[in-house]
Structures are given as structure tokens and as C-alpha cells.
């Protein structure tokens, strides 16, 4: 269980850092609280629904190939509602990879991601991903030749949720929360700028009303305007929707704005 404040900007169970004894640059930010990890870590698996916890990653190593050199090792982390937790570290440290295990898209080698308490690898993965979690991509994966709404619609249809109003209807609401026009509806996605595509991912991530938001590098390529306006998106589903908001950056400025900063050291090659 986490006892992290709102405005603890440490990490709580950075575990890689444990076994990496070299990753000095990183460690300072992420030697609090050893003792409690062990007390959380060993609970049962059902322990993490007691409070706000959504997700979270128990013990988790990762390696690509089969016996091949593993990229997560031993991971233990908490991820609540109303809070936006930013995943930091160097290039190559895992945090896309600890995106697509914490959205079902892959598998732990070791360890167990659990949702609301449940362990992943027995729910349905697909239900999971489309109606509990909004997956907002670095490159967006939004279809280019079709409007604003079609791709958006397009994910309400995925998830086979029932709606109580017209989806353009929902659309238009959705739209006004990232702040763009509603005039954007009709628009093609390859007529948009970089930052109205990153507010059309986020309001499609949105549209099914998922429990988790996670994004990679949602600010990459927006100037400081955009970026703090993305944040304050993010921070208002975190704290005025309990949404649990989980995002990956690079940027100090972002990792500032959020509630909790989890940094990623890398595994050093054996
Ligand atoms: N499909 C793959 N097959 C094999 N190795 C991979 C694969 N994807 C990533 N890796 C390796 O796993 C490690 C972690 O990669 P990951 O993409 O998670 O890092 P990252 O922290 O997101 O880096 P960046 O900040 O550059 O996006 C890297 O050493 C990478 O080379
Ligand atoms: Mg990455």
C-alpha cells in the first residue's frame, strides 16, 4: 500500500535499482521507503484494491527473447486513481516496455500485473484494452484519411460499450475537454498539427471512458504552450475524474507537473 503524498516526488520501489548497484545518477530519486516495498510486495494479491490502487506491477521482470537478457528486472510499483505518475529514466532503461506490460500487450517473463487486484494473465486481455485503459502512442496510430470523429468513434465501436447519447454527440464533448474546436469533427487527420493529433489520441483514449490513461511521451514534440496545456489535461482527469493517469517522458518539466515521479534506472549488460 502507498503511503506516498500528493506531493512526494519520489519513487517508491524502483527495484532496478537495487540490483544495479552502478546507476548512481539515478539512484538518489529512488531510495526511499525500502522497508514498506517488502510489506506491500508481500501481501496477497488482492491487498492493492484495499484504496486508490489501479494497476500495479508486483515483482515483474521482462526479457524479449526467450532466456534472452532481461530489460526489467524485478519491478514493483503502485499506480493509483487521481494521480498522474510519470515514468522517467535514460533512453533504453524500459519505460515503453513497462507501458506495454502495464496495458496487457505483453506479458511479464516473471512477476504479475495486477488491475484493481486481479492478476492480468487471468482476465480477458482484450476487454481490459479496450474498455479499462486509453493507450495514447508516441506516433498517435491515428488513421490518417479519416476525420477526427471516425477515429474516435472508431474506438467507441471497439469497445462494445453502449453509450446513452449519440456518439457525435459524445464527440463534441470530448473534444471541448482537450480543447479543440468542435469545427474539428469533420476534419482529416492528416490535415492537423502535431499537437491537435496528441489532443485527438487523448479524447480517443477517452471516449470509453477507461479507469487508465497511459500515454508515451504524450509532450515529445509540442512546444512549452501545448505541452503545459496536454498537463493540465492530464491533471484535471487525474484529479477532478480519479482517473489514473500514467505518462512517459523525458521532459523534468513534465515529470514536475505530475504527482509522482517512478524513474527507471537501466540493467547494466551481464
Ligand atoms: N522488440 C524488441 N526486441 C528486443 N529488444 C527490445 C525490443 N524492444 C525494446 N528492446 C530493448 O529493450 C530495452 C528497453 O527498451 P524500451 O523501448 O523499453 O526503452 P525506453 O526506456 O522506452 O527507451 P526510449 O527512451 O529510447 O524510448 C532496450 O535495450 C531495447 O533495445
Ligand atoms: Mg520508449
Redesign the pocket.
Same mark, same amino acid.
Given at each position: 500500500m502507498t503511503t506516498t503524498t500528493e506531493t512526494d516526488k519520489t519513487t517508491e520501489t524502483d527495484k532496478t535499482t537495487e540490483t544495479d548497484k552502478d546507476t548512481t545518477s539515478t539512484e538518489t530519486t529512488t531510495s526511499t521507503d525500502r522497508s514498506e516495498d517488502t510489506v506491500t510486495d508481500d501481501r496477497p494479491e488482492d491487498a492493492t484494491t484495499a484504496d486508490t490502487a489501479v494497476l500495479a506491477l508486483n515483482h515483474v521482470s521482462y526479457a524479449?527473447?526467450k532466456g534472452g537478457k532481461q $530489460?526489467i528486472h524485478d519491478l514493483s510499483h503502485t499506480f493509483e486513481a487521481g494521480r498522474v505518475h510519470a515514468i522517467t529514466?535514460?533512453?533504453?532503461?524500459?519505460?515503453?516496455? $513497462?507501458l506495454s506490460l502495464l496495458s496487457g500487450l505483453t506479458s511479464p517473463t516473471e512477476g504479475r500485473i495486477l488491475y484493481k487486484g486481479k492478476d492480468l494473465e487471468r482476465t480477458n486481455r482484450y476487454d481490459f484494452r479496450s474498455h479499462d485503459i486509453g493507450v495514447i502512442f508516441q506516433s498517435f496510430n491515428l488513421l490518417p484519411s479519416l476525420t477526427v470523429e471516425e477515429n474516435i468513434v472508431l474506438s467507441m465501436d471497439a469497445s462494445g460499450k453502449s453509450f446513452d447519447r449519440p456518439k457525435p454527440e459524445i464527440v463534441r464533448e470530448l473534444l471541448a475537454k482537450v480543447r479543440l474546436a468542435e469545427e474539428y469533427a469533420n476534419e482529416r487527420i492528416l490535415h492537423l498539427s502535431g499537437g491537435e493529433q496528441q489532443r485527438v489520441a487523448i479524447a480517443r483514449a477517452l471516449s470509453y471512458g477507461p479507469d487508465v490513461i497511459i500515454a508515451d511521451?504524450p509532450t515529445g514534440n509540442l512546444d512549452l504552450a501545448t505541452q503545459d496545456d496536454i498537463m493540465r489535461i492530464f491533471r484535471e482527469l487525474a484529479h477532478s475524474e480519479g482517473k489514473c493517469v500514467i505518462i $512517459?517522458t523525458?521532459s523534468p518539466d513534465v515529470a514536475r507537473q505530475s504527482d509522482e515521479v517512478f524513474e527507471?534506472a537501466p540493467l547494466r549488460r551481464r
Open positions: 524479449y527473447t $530489460v529514466g535514460p533512453s533504453g532503461a524500459g519505460k515503453t516496455t $513497462v511521451e $512517459v523525458h527507471l
